[in-house]
């Protein structure tokens, strides 16, 4: 989706492509299976930016209050 392009760097910490294009995604996933070192440097950079984002419990946390805002119902926390 358009909003990958908040979290992932094309060819830095992923591998965009368009949606509903099969062939591109076919493509992308050929070139990390073949390609060790792309594979090893995206893998790298994606946790590190995770690590500094906060990690998972950060993002989860952020689309808790995503939902929540659209849900006009003032919960923040996710189970709560």
Same mark, same amino acid.
């Given at each position: 989706?358009? @909003? ?8 830095? +910490?992923?591998?965009? /492509?368009?949606?509903? #294009? @099969?062939? =591109?995604?076919? +493509?992308? /996933? +050929?070139?990390?299976? #073949?390609? #060790? #070192?792309?594979?090893?440097?995206? &893998? @790298? !950079? =994606?946790? !590190?930016?995770? +690590?500094?984002?906060? &990690?998972? @419990? =950060?993002?989860?946390?952020?689309? !808790? !209050?995503v939902v929540s805002g659209l849900r006009g119902d003032g919960r923040t926390r996710l189970g709560t």
């Amino acid at each position: 989706t358009p @909003a990958m392009r908040d979290y992932v760097e094309h060819e830095v +910490t992923g591998l965009l /492509v368009p949606p509903g #294009d @099969a062939e =591109a995604l076919r +493509t992308a /996933v +050929t070139r990390l299976l #073949d390609d #060790d #070192d792309l594979r090893r440097s995206i &893998g @790298a !950079a =994606a946790r !590190a930016q995770s +690590t500094e984002l906060g &990690g998972s @419990a =950060a993002m989860w946390e952020a689309v !808790a !209050a995503v939902v929540s805002g659209l849900r006009g119902d003032g919960r923040t926390r996710l189970g709560t």
